[in-house]
């Protein structure tokens, strides 16, 4: 069982702004909870804390196990989530986590979440484009896109999206089962803020999308 926040930092959840997610507690309460990935600090003053997309489903009430990062074709699923918050579906996992209803009103708040986390750190209010949170955390961020539009991640006995971190800076690698399944992930990913292309590896020829999050 990983360990749910303490007393005192689920006071602090609980307290947030319901619609923008803004924090108030001690400087220790709030490292604390950017530490484990439920709250951000914003970049420009004055430096306000606001809930990441998973501290917004533990205020919401809704809680599940953490997921392995998984492995792939090619590079690996880094940045795992903290232990005990959301973490969406990279593809390859080994012990996945449960599909059904709650699974899928899990990702919807994640992505409801993100949307809300778009509109408040991006300049212009802006949300059809990533923000700093998914550039800072790409693998997740382009796999909550994936899985909140209701693709299917690839696992231990059934084909689907693999979602893979990359050498070059700011892009992951996206794998699909076939042509038409990676055309859907390159429509699903481009409509939610994402600049695609797709590629083919030079040892075995497998297609690929590297997706990067848009800046404008």
């Given at each position: 069982?990983?360990?749910?926040?303490?007393?005192?930092?689920?006071?602090v959840i609980d307290a947030a702004d319901p619609v923008?997610?803004?924090?108030?507690?001690?400087?220790?309460?709030?490292?604390?909870?950017?530490?484990?990935?439920?709250?951000?600090?914003?970049?420009?003053?004055?430096?306000?804390?606001?809930?990441?997309?998973?501290?917004?489903?533990?205020?919401?009430?809704?809680?599940?196990?953490?997921?392995?990062?998984?492995?792939?074709?090619?590079?690996?699923?880094?940045?795992?989530?903290?232990?005990?918050?959301?973490?969406?579906?990279?593809?390859?996992?080994?012990?996945?986590?449960?599909?059904?209803?709650?699974?899928?009103?899990?990702?919807?708040?994640?992505?409801?979440?993100?949307?809300?986390?778009?509109?408040?750190?991006?300049?212009?209010?802006?949300?059809?484009?990533?923000?700093?949170?998914?550039?800072?955390?790409?693998?997740?961020?382009?796999?909550?896109?994936?899985?909140?539009?209701?693709?299917?991640?690839?696992?231990?006995?059934?084909?689907?999206?693999?979602?893979?971190?990359?050498?070059?800076?700011?892009?992951?690698?996206?794998?699909?089962?076939?042509?038409?399944?990676?055309?859907?992930?390159?429509?699903?990913?481009?409509?939610?803020?994402?600049?695609?292309?797709?590629?083919?590896?030079?040892?075995?020829?497998?297609?690929?999308?590297?997706?990067?999050?848009?800046?404008?």
């Amino acid at each position: 069982m990983t360990r749910p926040p303490t007393a005192a930092q689920r006071r602090v959840i609980d307290a947030a702004d319901p619609v923008t997610g803004r924090l108030r507690g001690t400087e220790a309460q709030l490292a604390a909870l950017v530490k484990r990935g439920l709250a951000f600090r914003h970049p420009r003053p004055p430096h306000e804390h606001y809930l990441t997309p998973e501290g917004h489903r533990i205020r919401q009430g809704i809680t599940g196990a953490p997921e392995p990062a998984g492995s792939g074709p090619a590079g690996s699923a880094a940045d795992p989530a903290p232990a005990g918050v959301f973490a969406a579906r990279t593809g390859g996992e080994p012990d996945p986590p449960r599909s059904g209803p709650a699974r899928r009103r899990e990702v919807h708040s994640a992505w409801q979440g993100l949307l809300e986390l778009r509109r408040m750190t991006n300049p212009d209010g802006a949300v059809d484009r990533p923000c700093g949170w998914e550039r800072a955390h790409l693998v997740r961020a382009a796999a909550l896109a994936l899985e909140a539009a209701g693709h299917r991640p690839a696992g231990p006995d059934e084909e689907g999206y693999r979602v893979r971190e990359t050498p070059q800076p700011e892009a992951v690698a996206v794998y699909g089962p076939d042509g038409e399944a990676l055309r859907a992930c390159a429509a699903t990913l481009e409509e939610a803020g994402w600049q695609v292309s797709e590629h083919r590896e030079p040892r075995t020829a497998n297609r690929y999308l590297l997706a990067s999050p848009r800046r404008a």
